[in-house]
């Protein structure tokens, strides 16, 4: 049975294509915006949607909710990290952590999947710190600025199968995939 992503972040998709492709799961795009709970928290914003959109689209399906929290900013700009980077961009990003000592950082990804039954979460994260300035032209969002742990390059600089092994996107839907496949 196919699984429906419900995303309107075409790189989202391609990614958990890619991944889940490589645990035998295949997934369609819905290409969907749907209004997102106030929060910070990924879990509560992405099983929130999870279960608004029952009714809305055919299960079983998933939608994923992921945030960057930054150590040296109190945890921001967390599950803003969409808004924030509409609003001021990478630049402006950079301008905030001017001065910033503590540059450690997470990618937070909580997965909520719809089974036509209930709603399950799946998270994964990804450590790391902010890069000084871009590098890389790979990714997308904050790509350009994350350096994860045990790596010198940002997720940007990496091919995509680097990311994948890695990435806060794929470990929350290595476990989606255990689950949906038992
Ligand atoms: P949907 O809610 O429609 O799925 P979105 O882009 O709004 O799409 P989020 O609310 O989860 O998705 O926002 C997360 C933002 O964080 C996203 O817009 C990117 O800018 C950034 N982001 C998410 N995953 C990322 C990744 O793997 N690498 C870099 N930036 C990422």
Do not use: C
Not at 6 to 20: D, G, Q, Y
Not at 53 to 67: A, I
Not at 75 to 96: E, M, N, T
Request: glycine share 10%.
């Amino acid at each position: 049975m196919t699984l429906r992503f419900v995303t309107s972040n075409p790189h989202k998709f391609r990614e958990a294509e890619r991944i889940l492709k490589g645990f035998g799961v295949n997934i369609r795009h819905a290409k969907l915006s749907y209004p997102e709970i106030r929060g910070d928290n990924p879990a509560e914003i992405a099983a929130d949607s999870a279960r608004k959109l029952k009714g809305k689209v055919k299960p079983p399906f998933f939608v994923e909710d992921t945030g960057l929290f930054v150590d040296g900013l109190n945890g921001f700009p967390g599950a803003y990290a969409a808004w924030v980077l509409s609003k001021i961009g990478l630049r402006g990003f950079l301008r905030l952590m001017k001065g910033v000592r503590r540059r450690d950082a997470v990618f937070r990804t909580a997965v909520a999947l719809f089974d036509g039954k209930r709603v399950v979460v799946f998270k994964g994260e990804a450590k790391g710190r902010i890069a000084p300035s871009e590098r890389g032209k790979g990714g997308f969002g904050y790509d350009s600025l994350f350096v994860p742990e045990g790596s010198r390059k940002t997720f940007a600089q990496m091919v995509e199968e680097e990311k994948d092994a890695v990435s806060h996107r794929r470990k929350a839907l290595e476990r989606l995939a255990h689950y949906w496949r038992n």
